[in-house]
């Protein structure tokens, strides 16, 4: 299995629009007036719902009565890692590591192994970007910055 789809309650449906189409570059799939569908990737594999608060008592959709803080984590190749930490950062998006410290270069979780950064979306999602490193996986060590994953790694 795959997930295919998630949904979020926003407060601001057009605010929100602009943020997930202009800074992230995600393309829209369906305009369904209070709840909006957008296509995560190009080959349509997966799929973000943004659902306007207070405007849907779909039985199928989340509850939109509030907006309840959620996270979620989007994957780009290892290779457009720093170059999509960067187009963050000229959007002034502020990103931060596992640690909660402003950051370029990220952090890694050690046990999947993957480098990541997070940063919030204008109803304070918590979003994250990640790569999946090729080293094997190191469960018996605590999350790092990817600078010093490498030193470990080199000194290993």
């Known amino acids: 299995m795959r997930l295919f789809e998630q949904h979020l309650v926003v407060s601001d449906l057009k605010r929100s629009a602009v943020f ?3 800074i992230l570059g995600f393309q829209l799939g369906l305009n369904a007036g209070e709840i909006l569908f957008y296509w995560i990737d190009p080959s349509h594999h997966s ?5 306007q ?7 199928f959709g989340p509850d939109t009565s509030q907006v309840l803080r959620q996270h979620l984590a989007f994957e780009v190749p290892k290779e457009r890692f720093h ?7 000229n959007s002034n998006v502020q990103i931060n590591d596992f640690f ?11 046990w999947t192994p993957i480098v990541s950064v997070y940063f919030s979306d204008p109803d304070g999602h918590v979003l994250e970007i990640l790569s999946k490193l090729p080293d094997e996986p190191r469960p018996n060590w605590n999350p790092m910055s990817f600078s010093e ?3 470990r790694l080199e000194s290993e």
């Open 20 to 22: 997930y189409e202009e």
């Open 47 to 51: 799929m973000l719902g943004l659902w």
């Open 53 to 59: 608060k207070g405007k849907s008592n779909n039985p």
């Open 83 to 89: 170059e999509t930490v960067q187009m963050l950062k």
């Open 100 to 110: 909660g410290e402003e950051t370029e270069e990220g952090s890694v979780h050690p």
């Open 149 to 151: 994953w490498r030193q």
